[in-house]
């Protein structure tokens, strides 16, 4: 199963996605795939804050923050579920590294979550709410939101279920709930 979870800063997506992974996950493995480059002191931070999140509840950390189809599988189990947090850390990771294109940033992204679906129970996917604002942005940064925007199109139709979390609360646009 595949499940997309949208959200805006502060929704409550990684929780909620958090406790889906765990429903999903039952008494199987459980991967936290950690995308994020740490860069300052603001993304320590937001690390430590998932980090305590986590706390107990027997997620793995894996930390990848590009080129998922070269993660080795022996790094996941097969048997469980991962959780990807999240698809924005990893299109700007992608989009900036040395040579890339918006072309090719793309097709990696997309090939390395083929290979999450392939070495995997279930996958959950955290992304950032863009392209409600209304604006129109210039050079890179509109760059970056079409490129997120894209990758959510194909995840959708790739998706068994996609939701949006909104002040914590779940809103299913294709499939439902896992139980």
Known sequence: MIVLVIGGSGSGKSEYAERLTLRLAGDTPRVYLATMQVWDAECRARIAKH?????????VTVECSRNLVGLDPSALDSSGTILLEDLGNLAANELYAPGATPDRAYKSILAGLEHMVAVSRHL????????????VYAGETQIYLQLLGHLHQALACRADAVCEVVAGLPQYYKGREAE
């Open 51 to 59: 980090r305590r999140q986590r706390t107990g509840r027997g997620f």
């Open 124 to 135: 959950v996917i955290v992304s950032n709410e863009v392209g409600t604002g209304g604006e």
